[in-house]
């Protein structure tokens, strides 16, 4: 069974860091890119980091560039999401998931075949 588990939400200041971390099991993802999403009450999904399985330079929505880095472990197995500088508007449930193998990147939500439950981050002021 496939499951995709994220850890590492929780509550913190305003300014704070927390890293996520999302643990891929029930086949290989090897090949598969790995995306973070979030999404905040009432607002749409939104791709807040992506890395691909080949290399290259991760992706970042314009709001999380010079705060947030995604990271993997070698084997596609890990991936980190730390977060420095928290704000407000970074509460959000964030989610991880992974391309179907084979797909170097994805930017859009119905570019990703599995998805974790998602984790709660919230940054009061």
């Known amino acids: 069974q496939v499951q995709l588990a994220e850890s590492g939400g929780g509550s913190v200041q305003a300014g704070g860091s927390l890293r996520l971390s999302c643990a891929a099991s029930g086949r290989a993802f090897g090949t598969s890119a790995t995306g973070w999403f979030r999404q905040a009450p009432g607002k749409e999904r939104e791709l807040v980091a992506a890395?691909?399985?080949?290399?290259?330079?991760?992706i970042y929505a314009d709001s999380v560039k010079g705060r947030f880095t995604i990271s993997r472990t070698n084997a596609n197995t890990i991936v980190y999401l730390q977060m420095n500088s928290l704000e407000p508007e970074d509460t959000a449930v964030y989610y991880c998931?992974?391309?179907?193998?084979?797909?170097?990147?994805?930017?859009?939500?119905?570019?990703?075949?599995?998805w974790g439950q998602g984790t709660q981050v919230t940054v009061s002021s």
């Open positions: 998931a992974k391309t179907i193998p084979g797909t170097t990147w994805g930017l859009r939500t119905d570019e990703y075949a599995y």
């Open positions: 890395i691909s399985w080949s290399g290259g330079t991760p």
